[in-house]
C-alpha cells in the first residue's frame, strides 16, 4: 500500500492564482481531512469528508473548496491565492473518527508546501 | 484556551538521559489520544493511540500512557535518532461531531 499520497510536494503562486492540491489514499478510508501548519499554531483542520459525496467545513474553510467524487480522492482547491495561505498542508485519513482506538487513527501524507507571492 | 497543551515546547537531553513529555487536555468525550513524530520536512507518523485510563503502548524506546486528564510518552534512553517533534492529538466528541484537536508538539534534540 502506498498509503496517503499527496502532490504536488512544493509549489509557489502568486496572488490571486487558483490551484488544486491532490490527496489519494490505497486504505480504503472513508475519513479523509485536509490541515495546514504554520509555525506554533499546530495542525489546523480545513476541511474533512465522512464519505464520498460528503464534505464539512473544519475550523479553517475559508478561501478552500472541497469534493469528494470517490473514495480514494479529496483534491484541496485554493479559489483565488493570498499570503496567508503559505504553509505547509497535509492530507489524512482513517477508517472512521467516530471509530474508538486504532480504527480511529489518522495517517498523514507528506505534505504540500505552498508559498504565495 | 488550548484544549490540548504539549509541554515542554522543546527538551534538549543528552544521549541515554531518560525523560517525559506531557500532553493535557481539557476535552469531554474522549474518544482516542495519539501521538506522532513529525521530522522536519515531512508528515506526522503515527506512534501510538490510547483509548481509556490506565492505558499503556510501548515501542522500542518510547512508552505512552495515559490519565483522565494527561498523557506522558516516556522515553527510555534516547539516541540522537529519536530527535524530532512529538506531536500529541485528542480525538473527542462534542456539537454532534468529532473533532481531532492537535497540541503544537514537542521538540526534541537528543544531543550525542
Known amino acids: 500500500n502506498a498509503g496517503v499520497t499527496q502532490t504536488p510536494k512544493f509549489q509557489v503562486l502568486k496572488t490571486g492564482q487558483s490551484m488544486t492540491l491532490q490527496c489519494a489514499q490505497d486504505?480504503?478510508?472513508?475519513?479523509m481531512s485536509w490541515y495546514r501548519q504554520d509555525p506554533g499554531m499546530g495542525l489546523r483542520l480545513i476541511h474533512y469528508?465522512?464519505?464520498?459525496?460528503?464534505?464539512d467545513q473544519g475550523e479553517v474553510p475559508n478561501g478552500y473548496n472541497v469534493s469528494r467524487s470517490t473514495t480514494e480522492d479529496f483534491p484541496l482547491r485554493l479559489l483565488s491565492a493570498a499570503p496567508s495561505q503559505t504553509s505547509v498542508y497535509f492530507c489524512?485519513?482513517?477508517?472512521?473518527?467516530?471509530?474508538?482506538?486504532?480504527?480511529?487513527?489518522?495517517?498523514f501524507g507528506p505534505g504540500t508546501r505552498l508559498l504565495v507571492l | 484556551e488550548d484544549q490540548v497543551t504539549q509541554s515542554p515546547e522543546a527538551l534538549r537531553l543528552q544521549e541515554g538521559e531518560s525523560s517525559s513529555l506531557n500532553c493535557s487536555y481539557t476535552?469531554?468525550?474522549?474518544?482516542?489520544l495519539f501521538w506522532y513524530r513529525q521530522d522536519p520536512g515531512k508528515g506526522p507518523e503515527f506512534l501510538f493511540t490510547?483509548?481509556?485510563a490506565g492505558e499503556e503502548k510501548e515501542k522500542e524506546r518510547l512508552k505512552a500512557t495515559l490519565t483522565k486528564k494527561e498523557s506522558f510518552l516516556h522515553i527510555t534512553a534516547p539516541k540522537p535518532e529519536d530527535s524530532a517533534t512529538y506531536l500529541c492529538?485528542?480525538?473527542?466528541?462534542?456539537?454532534?461531531?468529532?473533532?481531532?484537536?492537535f497540541g503544537k508538539g514537542t521538540k526534541l534534540s537528543v544531543i550525542p
Open positions: 489524512a485519513s482513517s477508517y472512521s473518527p467516530t471509530l474508538a482506538g486504532e480504527r480511529g487513527t489518522q495517517y
Open positions: 486504505m480504503n478510508h472513508e475519513y
Open positions: 469528508s465522512v464519505g464520498a459525496g460528503i464534505t
Open positions: 476535552v469531554s468525550g474522549l474518544r482516542g
Open positions: 490510547l483509548y481509556s
Open positions: 492529538a485528542v480525538l473527542y466528541s462534542g456539537a454532534g461531531s468529532y473533532q481531532l484537536t
